[in-house]
């Protein structure tokens, strides 16, 4: 590949303000020069190429662009990627390590917590989230914590399970050992 | 020693999601997240009124602004006889509007630019002069005598009528009427609705400029169908059209039709000479792609005094929006509505349908749904809750005298359907007693004496699954099998495609699971790929649960095509003749010499190594399958509620599915499958519905207004099981993704309407809001759902 050639984003025009911004995403420093209005789940998805994270409804609403902003949940796609400056941001494929997955990431997996697969990542941000506040949820304490996170094809019912399958493993817990599927 | 089917991740597995792998770590590959080297984008700009004749476009602004590489109208299509295309219901859509838009949120010019952002502002500067026109927001405004014409861009249509049809027999029926002992009747309004997958539509179109192939990534349940359709829009020859489906986020029926966002951003690739990307927002989403349902249903039942059912008459006005786009077979107006009723043993019905254009989305898409069977069981079992209380009969009792027996199949429907198998009893009974159903009558009387309000609604059903066959069912004429193509390579791995398009279904997992349960090939060796059309074999795609009756039985098929080789394979191998050879699962054996064998995989390395004399090379084959019927499930589902007559707020209290879909493949998903499908029955009994202000703006064209459940309203499910294996299917198995969808909504509406019986109401149109619950209960009448009509000052 040529070295020569490097690929740069759209040109922007004279009577655009630029603002450098840093952070750190997914533990690793990085800097971008922005437009003030661009979004933080289009950095994290166009200017990363962070594509875990989806756009769904664009008003906050669907929770698919859930990340973690200092360890908070927000949906990233009304947010201003220039508001992101300084902080540090968690999306799904910061979840795992490079040998194991995170037991969010297992549960749902070994719930059947997902299907299409497109709000999982907003659902598993929003999960680890709640985990860490309180690693012992309760149903009730689940199904309230994720309903900012809209699910079209599950029922919700294997997601409530997957997190707690996930605290239990955080816990110590034997989950998961009883009826685990023929594969890993 | 026989392979443990279970441990080879066979049929009967819970076997863990393959697709999982990738979703759970963010590497989906979703429309969106597929970029091209030189790539631009695209944006749509909208109607914002419902009816209006468009005077001029000044789209010079737009061609002003840095970065804007192209803006597209309907007049420049229409110079390439682009401006409209072919529905999937021999209709015609305007790409771009030309003379009038006819909807809040149509298609009117497009924008490519270099980044999204650019084309957003390009649109922003495009001004459009609209002449206002009156807007029609429903059926009857559109039937009026001086009603304005919408299609008037259509030679000989001189009025709002998209169709008059009819089915069943008139006169059997009168005479069925004429002897009754009770006619019980109802009406109603299934509202319409968004099947709103949470990923919107969008494409990338690339057209090559030196092979001058095109290929178009897209979200679409049904890549080779687009393919033809590309084809024939665009003139260009199919050979050098390739559709790739991604992974897509969720589908339930909106990525079926050809969306003008899809054409443009072809035309524009192919003018541009670059790849070019439309990514649909969700308000665009909501207000212009395909709907679901907005049907009036009315109907009335013949009754003799001891309960039977005699016969049934229905009658459908459908509002199909401003282009007739239903995707369904060609055969069916309105679909597979006449197979309401199929579950009860009624001699005789019959059917008329009255569809129209309105000033609103064209409508009309099989949401989660088989063809309007949703609308056609929701009215039966409203109906039938109606005719039990017209009766004075317990409405289980009622649907226990009516049910077909399981010694009665094949069983006539009385609009003419053969269903081959069930157990309908057992099925009911299995619900009845998992909700406790004595006991709770009597926990209602004794709440009903304390002024609190329980319900308990029952929805027994059987629908309609996995058209076709090919003789009945065809869209724009082509036939609705299926296919499936397996390549067994010489270590025994495998890559199976098929023409189905995965949305979730888990079509990765559970076709290997197939395969391995006829042939042994442990699951985790089978590749599965779909939705490429230079690489799956043609299908029709998934909808319509048609995946695993038609898609997976092909899959059945070629797997014992490979088998059928590999036995002669096999005798090579073991130097005996073919008769002499007996199968078990993975392996081949001498008869009366069990230790004498083969495996599958050993015959795999010989089919390219050591085949025998003047065969073929090679494991591979190919499977079309055109299913004899239809396939059959039945499900029980029951649902308790608890209204709250100060509010009119009702809580769910337990709800209890019994599903029958034949053999299980996968229960783990089956099961995942009826759950997604009893949320989406509760959202339409509780909360979701798109309406339209008596201007035609649309009221839903966000999640603000347009409401969804979340984990924190949708209630638990409890889920029981019956099997009865489908006889005519390879595996036995029946389609399963919506019977919830289908089944549920009228079990939570009799539920409510149950709880309220003191108040002397028949109906309330879905959804049950508050409001409208509270009304029935304090004012002591039916309500209905139907949008205002603007009257005259």
């Known amino acids: 590949m040529s070295t020569l050639f490097e690929e740069v984003p759209p040109s922007f025009g004279d009577d655009v303000p630029v603002r450098r911004l840093e952070l750190t995403v997914n533990g690793e420093r990085r800097a971008a020069d922005v437009e003030p209005r661009l979004l933080l789940a289009h950095l994290l998805r166009n200017g990363f190429r962070l594509t875990g994270t989806h756009t769904g409804c664009d008003t906050t609403n669907c929770g698919a662009c859930t990340v973690l902003y200092d360890g908070v949940p927000v949906k990233s796609c009304t947010m201003f990627a220039v508001q992101a400056d300084g902080h540090e941001i968690l999306t799904v494929e910061g979840l795992a390590t490079a040998s194991e997955l995170h037991p969010i990431q297992e549960g749902f997996k070994d719930e059947h917590g997902l299907q299409c697969g497109f709000c999982t990542p907003g659902m598993m941000l929003s999960a680890k989230a709640l985990l860490e506040e309180n690693p012992n949820p309760t149903e009730d304490e689940i199904r309230w914590a994720l309903s900012g996170n809209l699910c079209r094809c599950t029922g919700y019912q294997n997601i409530v399970k997957a997190v707690m399958w996930a605290a239990e493993k955080l816990g110590g817990g034997t989950a998961g050992s009883d009826e685990a599927g023929e594969e890993g | ?793």
């Open chain 2, 1 to 793: 020693m026989a392979l443990d089917e279970i441990k080879i991740g066979g049929l009967g597995a819970s076997r863990r999601r393959v697709e999982d792998n990738r979703f759970i770590r963010g590497k989906g590959n979703y429309i969106d997240d597929i970029a091209l080297p030189g790539m631009l984008h695209m944006e749509i700009l909208r109607s914002p009124l419902a009816h209006a004749r468009i005077r001029s476009i000044d789209v010079s602004a737009a061609w002003a602004i840095p970065g804007v590489r192209m803006v597209l109208t309907g007049e420049m299509l229409a110079a390439r006889n682009l401006a409209w295309m072919p529905t999937l219901s021999y209709d015609t859509q305007a790409v771009l509007a030309t003379d009038k838009v006819r909807f809040q949120g149509q298609e009117v010019a497009c924008v490519v630019a270099d980044d999204p952002y650019i084309a957003k502002d390009g649109c922003e500067a495009i001004v459009v002069d609209y002449e206002p026109l009156p807007p029609i927001v429903n059926p009857s405004q559109a039937k009026a005598p001086d009603a304005p014409l919408i299609r008037d861009d259509k030679t000989g249509q001189d009025s709002n009528v998209v169709f008059d049809w009819e089915v069943g027999d008139r006169e059997g029926t009168d005479r069925a009427f004429a002897g009754a002992d009770v006619v019980s009747a109802i009406e109603m309004h299934y509202p319409r609705s968004h099947p709103s997958p949470i990923e919107a539509c969008g494409s990338i179109a690339d057209f090559n400029r030196a092979t001058s192939k095109l290929t178009v990534y897209m979200t679409t349940q049904a890549p080779h169908i687009i393919r033809a359709a590309v084809a024939l829009v665009a003139e260009l020859p199919e050979h050098m059209i390739r559709i790739v489906s991604p992974d897509l986020g969720g589908g339930f029926g909106n990525k079926v039709p050809v969306y003008p966002g899809y054409v443009v951003s072809i035309l524009a690739s192919i003018l541009l000479e670059c790849p070019v990307k439309w990514i649909e927002d969700k308000s665009g989403n909501l207000i212009s792609t395909g709907f679901g349902r907005d049907i009036y249903l009315k109907g009335e039942m013949a009754l003799r005094s001891d309960g039977r059912m005699l016969g049934v008459r229905m009658h459908t006005d459908s509002d199909h929006g401003a282009f007739f786009s239903d995707a369904q077979p060609s055969k069916f107006k309105i679909g597979l509505m006449h197979s309401a009723f199929s579950c009860y043993d009624i001699p005789t019905a019959h059917l008329t349908a009255q569809g129209v254009y309105t000033n609103k989305a064209p409508g009309g898409v099989a949401y989660r749904c088989s063809f309007r069977v949703t609308e056609a069981m929701y009215f039966q079992e409203r109906m039938v809750q109606a005719a039990a209380a017209d009766l004075g009969m317990d409405q289980a009792e009622f649907r226990r005298i009516n049910l077909v027996r399981d010694d009665d199949f094949p069983h006539r429907t009385p609009w003419g359907f053969l269903t081959d198998s069930g157990q309908y009893q057992k099925c009911l009974d299995l619900g009845l007693e998992a909700i406790g159903y004595e006991d709770f009558l009597a926990q209602k009387e004794e709440a009903r004496q304390r002024g609190r309000l329980l319900g308990i609604g029952i929805s027994t059903m059987t629908e309609p699954l996995g058209a076709g066959n090919s003789r009945e069912y065809d869209i724009l004429g082509i036939k609705m099998f299926d296919s499936a193509e397996l390549k067994v390579h010489m270590t025994g791995k495998a890559l199976l495609r098929t023409g189905a398009k995965t949305q979730g279904q888990g079509h990765e997992t559970t076709w290997a699971q197939i395969v391995a349960h006829e042939l042994g090939i442990p699951a985790e060796d089978v590749l599965v790929e779909e939705g490429d059309t230079d690489t799956a074999p043609f299908g029709m795609g998934t909808y319509a649960s048609r995946s695993t009756p038609v898609a997976g039985a092909a899959v059945a098929m070629v797997s014992r095509k490979i088998r059928a080789k590999a036995r002669k394979i096999a005798a090579h191998l073991l130097e005996v003749s073919e008769e002499d050879i007996e199968w078990e699962l993975g392996r081949f054996s001498v008869r009366g010499a069990p230790d004498r064998g083969v495996t599958i995989q050993e015959c795999a390395i010989a089919a390219y190594s050591n085949m025998p004399d003047g065969m073929e090379p090679g494991l591979e084959n190919n499977a079309y399958y055109d299913p004899p019927n239809l396939t059959w499930p039945f499900a029980c589902y029951i649902a308790t509620v608890e209204v709250d007559p100060e509010t009119g707020v009702w809580d769910v209290l337990r709800v209890v599915a019994v599903d029958d879909c034949g053999v299980r493949i996968n229960p783990m998903i089956v099961e995942g499958q009826i759950m997604g499908g009893l949320t989406e029955a509760y959202a339409m009994a509780n909360m979701q519905f798109i309406t339209f202000d008596e201007d035609g703006n649309c009221i839903g064209s966000n999640y603000m207004d347009y409401l969804l459940p979340t984990a924190w309203e949708t209630p638990g499910f409890e889920l029981h099981e019956v099997v009865t294996p489908c006889p005519h299917h390879p595996i036995g198995a029946k389609g399963i993704g919506e019977c919830a969808t289908v089944g549920g909504p009228a079990a939570f509406v009799n539920a409510v309407i149950d709880a309220i019986g003191d108040a002397g109401v028949r109906n309330i149109d879905m959804p049950l809001l508050p409001d409208r619950v509270y009304e029935a209960i304090t004012q002591g009448h039916d309500i209905s759902g139907a949008p205002p009509v603007k009257t005259e000052p």
